[in-house]
C-alpha cells in the first residue's frame, strides 16, 4: 500500500481556532467549508508560491511539485496540482488533518480527480484514524483501483470504519505515486453521509509538546567524533532508561529527554564537553540509594551476561561517569513494574511497553530518527535471547548505522535503513510492518504475474496464480528465470539480501521468492523476462499483476482436511489444515498404518506439541530448553526448566513410524512441533533447512509506524543444541530438484513413503 499520510501541521483546532469552529458549527455552511478549505480556495504565497491556506505538502524540487493551478480545476478558482517529472517511487502528498467527529460509523472522503500520463505507480485519495498515541486505527487508499493514464475528471472515495471513543485524529488527502500529473479539487468529508461540516467533532486535540519538535535542528556534520559521541550517547541512553530507578518508574518521557540532549550533543565541539554534558543529565536524574540485595541471580542459571556497549571500556568516558554509572548498575532494584519492559507471563518473551509509535509522523526528522536507531538497538542489546549469534559485532551496527539514520532526509531512506537494521540480527521472526506504507511502494504494488521457489538456487516458475493463466503457454512450471529487467537474478538477489531479514540463506530466499519480497514486485506494469527452459534462453515482456490480487491465491498444498490416508496403508497429517478435534478421528483411522507422514513444510493451524505427542510416544520425555530475559538484571538471559510431552507408560501409542516433513516455510510454531514430535521413538526429520525461528515473538515499536519483531525467547534441544539460525535438527537432508519441479513430483514426499514402504 502506499500512505503518504499525516503530516504534523498548523492544526485547524488550536484552542482558538477550536472555540471559533465549534460555536459556529451550526452556522452559515460556507462560513464552516472555509475553515477546512476542501476545495483549495483559501490560498497563502509561501516562499513566492501559492499553497493551499491549512493543508500540509512537501516542499517543491526539480523533480516533484505540488501547487496551487488556477487554470486546471474542476470548480471554483483554484485546484491542487501534483507533478512528477521523474519516475520517482516516493509518494507526494497533501495532508488535513482534524479532530474527529463525536459518533458515526463510516468516515468517507469525496472529490475530483483529473490524471495526465501517469505511469508507474498511481494517483488516489486516502484517509485513517489515529488514537492518542498515534497508532493507525483505520486506514484505506486508493492502492486496488489507483488512477493511471490520461483521465478527464471523475469522482473517487474512500471510507473507513470509524471509532469514535478512540479516534483522536482525522487525516487525510492526495497522494501521487509515480511520473506525471494529476489536479485534485472540491473534496467531500463524511460522516454516516452527512458533511463533517453539520457534525460536531471533539473539542481540540491534546496540547503538543513542543519539545518533540526538533524540524529546527540541523543535522551534525557527520566526523568520526561525532559519530563517538552519538554512539555513546545512544548506549548510554539505553542503559539508563532500562536501569536507573527513576526512568524505570516512568519518572520521566525517555524519549523526551532524548530530544532535549540531542542539540546538546550535536553542538558539543569536544570529548570533554560531550562529557560534561553527560554527567550533568546523570546527575540531573537524582542519587541512587545502595541495595544489598540487588542483582541476586544464580549464575549458574545465566545463560548471557548483560553487556554495555562501550560504556564501561577504560578511556571512553570519563572516570567520574564511569563511577556514577557503575553505581547506577551495581544497586540496579528489581523491579516487575518497569516502565518500559515487562514479560509474558509463564512463557518469558519481553514486552516493550510505553514506546509512542509516532505514527502520524510521515517526514521523521532527525530526533525521530535516531530515536528509532537507539530504540531498536538497545532493545536487542538487553533483551534479544540470541544477541550471542549475531555474526558481527552488535556494538559496531551502532556506529555504522548513525551516519545512515542522519543522512535519511527523506521517508523512503529511513524506511530501508530500519529494514536493513532489523536485518543485522538474522532472525526471520524479524517481521516488518509500515503502517504508512512506503515500503509497499518501494517494493511495487505490480508483481511478476506466477509463482515461484528457488530450486537448486535457481529461481523457477512453480504455479500460476487465478488472474495470470494467460501466462501459461509462455511459461512453464520448471522454467528457470535467468534475468528480471535486464539485471541477472543471482545479481538481484545478492543486492536484496540485506533488506530481507532471515535466519539463514534458505530463509531469505525463500521470502525472496514471494509476494513478500522485493525480487518479483515493481512500480513498472511490464516486465522484462530472461528464462531458461529445457536449456533455450528466451526473452519474455510480460505484464505485472496487481500484488494485492495474490494475496488470495493459495501458496500451500491444502488437501480437503488436514489427514487422510496415501497408498492405504501411511497416514498423512497436514497441519496447516488441521483442527483441534481431528485428533479424534485421526487415533482410529490411522492405528493400522505402516506409518504416518506429518507434513510440517506449513503453519499448524492447531497447537500439537502435547495432544499429538501424547498420541505417537510410549512416555514422557523432554523436547525443549528454554532462555529467556530478567527484570532481575536487564540485559542477562537465563536459563528456564526443560518441558516435556508424552505419557508416562502408554502402552496405546502409535506403532508405525513416523516421518516429519521440513522446510524453509518450517517457521517457528512448526518448528518447535517438529521438535516436540521427533522424540517419538524411531522418528525422522526429513528435508532441508527450517526458517531458524523459534520462540515466541516480542513486537518492537518505531516511530513513524513501523512495527518490527524478534524471537522473545530462546529455543534449545535439551542437549543445549541451537535451534535459532541452524534450524531443526534434520536426520536425513533432501531438497527438490529441477527436474522432479518439472515432472510435477513431491519428491521429499515420495522419500518418506518409500521409507515408510520399506519397513
Known sequence: MIDACCIYINRIATPILAALLISSLFSCHTRIESKYNLSFEQVEKINDTLHPLGWQIPEGNATHAVNIDSTVKQEGRYSLRFTKNARDINAIVSVKEIAPPLAGKTLRLSGYIKSEDVLDGFAGLWIRADDENQNVLAFNNMYDKGISGTNDWQKYSVEIPLDPARAERISFGALFAGSGKIWVDNLQLTIDDTLITDVPLKTIFKKKDTSFNLSGIAPPKITPDKIKQL?????????????????????????????????????????????????????????????????????????????????????????????????????????????????????????????????????????????????????????????????????????????????????????????????????????????????????????????????????????????????????????????????????????????????????????????????????????????????????????????RSTYTSSNANVIDRGYKKLNGDIGYIYPASLKESDIESIKPLFKNTKGLIIDLRCYPSTFMPFTYGSWLKQTSSPFVHFTSISLKMPGAIVHRKNISNGTFCNNDFYKGKVIILVNASTISQAEYTTMALSTVQGSLVLGSTTAGADGDISEITLPGGIKTSISGTGVYYPDGTETQQTGVKIDISLRPTIEGIRSGRDEVLEKAMDLISEK
Open 231 to 547: 554512539t555513546n550517547l545512544g548506549m548510554l541512553w539505553g542503559f539508563l532508561k532500562y536501569y536507573h530507578p527513576r526512568v524505570a518508574a516512568g519518572d520521566y518521557n525517555w524519549d523526551k529527554e532524548l530530544f532535549r540532549m540531542l542539540p546538546k550533543v550535536f553542538s558539543a565541539s569536544s570529548k570533554d564537553e560531550f562529557n560534561s554534558e553527560m554527567e550533568i543529565w546523570v546527575d540531573e536524574l537524582g542519587a541512587v540509594q545502595d541495595c544489598r540485595d540487588c542483582n541476586v541471580l544464580d549464575r549458574s542459571k545465566i545463560k548471557l551476561m548483560p553487556s554495555f556497549g562501550y560504556l564501561f571500556n577504560d578511556g571512553n568516558l570519563t572516570s567520574s561517569l564511569i563511577s556514577r554509572l557503575a553505581k547506577i548498575r551495581d544497586n540496579y532494584d528489581d523491579r516487575s513494574s518497569h516502565y518500559y519492559i515487562s514479560q509474558v507471563e509463564h512463557i518469558g518473551n519481553p514486552i516493550f511497553k510505553n514506546e509512542l509509535a509516532f505514527g502520524s509522523s510521515y517526514y521523521l526528522n532527525i530526533g525521530l530518527r535516531l530515536l528509532a536507531l537507539y530504540r531498536y538497538w538497545n532493545s536487542i542489546q538487553y533483551f534479544f535471547p540470541y544477541r550471542h549469534l549475531i555474526k558481527e559485532d552488535w556494538n559496531e551496527v551502532l556506529v555504522e548505522f548513525i551516519p545512515k539514520f542522519v543522512q535519511a532526509s527523506i521517508r523512503s531512506e529511513y524506511v530501508l535503513a530500519c529494514l536493513e537494521l532489523t536485518g543485522r540480527i538474522q532472525d526471520t521472526h524479524a517481521y516488518f510492518q509500515d503502517q504508512i506504507g512506503t515500503l509497499d511502494s518501494l517494493k511495487g504494488m505490480l508483481i511478476i504475474p506466477f509463482k515461484t521457489k528457488f530450486i537448486e538456487r535457481k529461481l523457477l516458475v512453480t504455479g500460476y496464480y487465478k488472474d495470470s493463466a494467460e501466462i501459461k503457454p509462455l511459461l512453464k512450471v520448471g522454467d528457470i528465470i535467468e534475468g528480471i529487467d535486464g539485471i541477472k537474478t543471482d545479481s538481484l538477489v545478492e543486492q536484496l539480501l540485506k533488506f530481507t531479514p532471515g535466519s539463514n540463506r534458505d530463509a531469505q530466499l525463500e521470502q525472496l521468492s514471494s509476494n513478500k519480497g522485493f525480487l518479483l514486485r515493481s512500480n513498472n506494469p511490464d516486465v522484462k523476462l530472461l528464462t531458461r527452459s529445457k536449456g533455450k534462453l528466451t526473452e519474455h515482456v510480460i505484464k505485472r499483476i496487481p500484488v
